[in-house]
């Protein structure tokens, strides 16, 4: 059980906060930092270009992109939230304006969940009794809206940690002294770094962390292929 269901420790957990989960940008940002990355790696590589090339647009690519993705994310979790703001005022405005009406917009949401009779209507009053639960309610069963508001700044840290940490594997072997074939090293890496990102992401699934680490490692697998084969078809121009 992934936890305790005791009248105790079901009222502990339930009176906390709603917890928020920055899982997503941490997975959205790892993958893109390993595909672009490694891209560039396979890109140039494929060009038959020199290894100082590689390291140079990978470094970049690690500092600009991922900047770009952090900030990309912070600027669509920030309109989320603030989205979030807008419906909470319109709603307290409509209390204020027309609570009779939003009173039957409460009893038909509760309605159509099952609730009827005298059970309904004591729903409706315990709900209607507190603004703040009023709103709250309104925001979840109207708009289908998370209880818990994203932080922006968390969101866009998450993405770009996760690119930077992620997208710096490929470059690994150009990084160190001389190595024999640092691309098929790199390739390596990055697969081993695809299928670790998917394996975690199992932990928030129902699916085995086999199959995530394996769906992942295709996925990412198929990018870095793509990159290596236009930067070779594309090496007679360079």
């Given at each position: 059980?992934?936890?305790?269901?005791?009248?105790?420790?079901?009222?502990?957990?339930?009176s906390e906060s709603p917890q928020t989960n920055y899982l997503r940008d941490?997975?959205?940002?790892?993958?893109?930092?390993?595909?672009?990355?490694?891209?560039?790696?396979?890109?140039?590589?494929?060009?038959?270009?020199?290894?100082?090339?590689?390291?140079?647009?990978?470094?970049?690519?690690?500092?600009?992109?991922?900047?770009?993705?952090?900030?990309?994310?912070?600027?669509?979790?920030?309109?989320?939230?603030?989205?979030?703001?807008?419906?909470?005022?319109?709603?307290?405005?409509?209390?204020?304006?027309?609570?009779?009406?939003?009173?039957?917009?409460?009893?038909?949401?509760?309605?159509?969940?099952?609730?009827?009779?005298?059970?309904?209507?004591?729903?409706?009053?315990?709900?209607?009794?507190?603004?703040?639960?009023?709103?709250?309610?309104?925001?979840?069963?109207?708009?289908?809206?998370?209880?818990?508001?994203?932080?922006?700044?968390?969101?866009?840290?998450?993405?770009?940690?996760?690119?930077?940490?992620?997208?710096?594997?490929?470059?690994?072997?150009?990084?160190?002294?001389?190595?024999?074939?640092?691309?098929?090293?790199?390739?390596?890496?990055?697969?081993?770094?695809?299928?670790?990102?998917?394996?975690?992401?199992?932990?928030?699934?129902?699916?085995?962390?086999?199959?995530?680490?394996?769906?992942?490692?295709?996925?990412?697998?198929?990018?870095?292929?793509?990159?290596?084969?236009?930067?070779?078809?594309?090496?007679?121009?360079?």
């Amino acid at each position: 059980m992934e936890h305790d269901h005791s009248r105790e420790a079901i009222h502990a957990r339930l009176s906390e906060s709603p917890q928020t989960n920055y899982l997503r940008d941490w997975i959205y940002g790892g993958i893109d930092g390993t595909v672009t990355t490694f891209a560039v790696v396979a890109g140039v590589a494929g060009a038959k270009l020199s290894p100082q090339v590689i390291i140079v647009l990978g470094i970049a690519n690690l500092i600009a992109d991922g900047f770009s993705m952090a900030a990309g994310n912070y600027s669509g979790t920030r309109s989320e939230a603030e989205d979030v703001h807008r419906l909470r005022e319109v709603e307290r405005r409509h209390i204020q304006l027309e609570p009779a009406g939003e009173r039957e917009e409460i009893r038909e949401l509760y309605r159509q969940k099952g609730f009827e009779g005298p059970l309904l209507e004591e729903v409706v009053d315990v709900i209607t009794a507190d603004e703040e639960r009023w709103v709250a309610a309104m925001l979840t069963e109207e708009y289908g809206l998370p209880a818990a508001v994203r932080s922006p700044w968390l969101a866009g840290l998450a993405t770009f940690c996760a690119f930077f940490v992620c997208g710096a594997v490929p470059l690994i072997p150009f990084l160190l002294p001389p190595l024999d074939h640092p691309l098929a090293i790199s390739a390596v890496l990055t697969g081993v770094t695809f299928f670790a990102i998917g394996a975690v992401r199992s932990r928030w699934s129902v699916q085995r962390w086999w199959s995530a680490g394996c769906e992942t490692l295709v996925i990412g697998g198929a990018a870095a292929a793509i990159a290596y084969v236009i930067g070779w078809a594309l090496s007679d121009f360079v």
